[in-house]
T-cell receptor, first 110, second 113 residues
Framework: DTAVSQTPKYLVTQMGNDKSIKCEQN?????MYWYKQDSKKFLKIMFS???????INETVPNRFSPKSPDKAHLNLHINSLELGDSAVYFC?????????FGPGTRLLVL | DQQVKQNSPSLSVQEGRISILNCDYT??????FLWYKKYPAEGPTFLIS?????DKNEDGRFTVFLNKSAKHLSLHIVPSQPGDSAVYFC????????????FGTGTRLQVTL
């Protein structure tokens, strides 16, 4: 009955690899988000999609590409992974101002 | 440029007492504010919110106060319980920005027995 789920929970990979993180929400929300929590525990928005349309794109490197196949899913693909990409990535969804978060994906780039 | 600040990285409170967590913001366009609670290895969990048209919102043991002139909000937890021990994040958004949340850096609350 998880409202916002993410897979995988942990991801360890080598520099230069390409990886994807998946997010699904069963709340019927129209809007989904990706946030990054860096080593200083600072949560910052990366992207937002509303009804499969990109509406927020913060200053994120082009190596990061979100994809929303339908309203319930928002995936994050990362090309050519760098050491600095190591972080926790959170997916969230909302219908109004309140956002509901997934459990996070802990990415470690070696 | 941090627009939402939580100046106390940690707070320790005895069980049964009041916990007061503070948050300051600089962007006067923010008109909706939220508090999230986060346990280790979990995502942030929504706790309580307040719109800028109000100065107080209460939900059980949790009350959020907003002082717009001071650009300050606070979360009061009464009485504090050991299960409240977590990191608390303040967040703010501006109407018309597609609910983009700007977060503070969090305050770690420890409720002791």
């Amino acid at each position: 009955d998880t409202a916002v789920s993410q897979t995988p929970k942990y991801l360890v990979t080598q520099m230069g690899n390409d990886k994807s993180i998946k997010c699904e929400q069963n709340l019927g929300h129209d809007t989904m988000y990706w946030y990054k929590q860096d080593s200083k525990k600072f949560l910052k928005i990366m992207f937002s999609y509303n009804n499969k349309e990109l509406i927020i794109n913060e200053t994120v490197p082009n190596r990061f590409s979100p994809k929303s196949p339908d309203k319930a899913h928002l995936n994050l693909h990362i090309n050519s992974l760098e050491l600095g990409d190591s972080a926790v990535y959170f997916c969230a969804s909302s219908h109004t101002e309140t956002q509901y978060f997934g459990p996070g994906t802990r990415l470690l780039v070696l | 440029d941090q627009q939402v600040k939580q100046n106390s990285p940690s707070l320790s409170v005895q069980e049964g007492r009041i916990s007061i967590l503070n948050c300051d913001y600089t962007n006067s366009m923010f008109d909706y504010f939220l508090w999230y609670k986060k346990y280790p290895a979990e995502g942030p969990t929504f706790l309580i919110s307040i719109s800028s048209i109000k100065d107080k919102n209460e939900d059980g043991r949790f009350t959020v106060f907003l002082n717009k002139s001071a650009k300050h909000l606070s979360l009061h937890i009464v009485p504090s319980q050991p299960g409240d021990s977590a990191v608390y994040f303040c967040a703010a958004s501006e109407t018309g920005t597609a609910s983009k949340l700007t977060f503070g850096t969090g305050t770690r609350l420890q409720v002791t027995l």
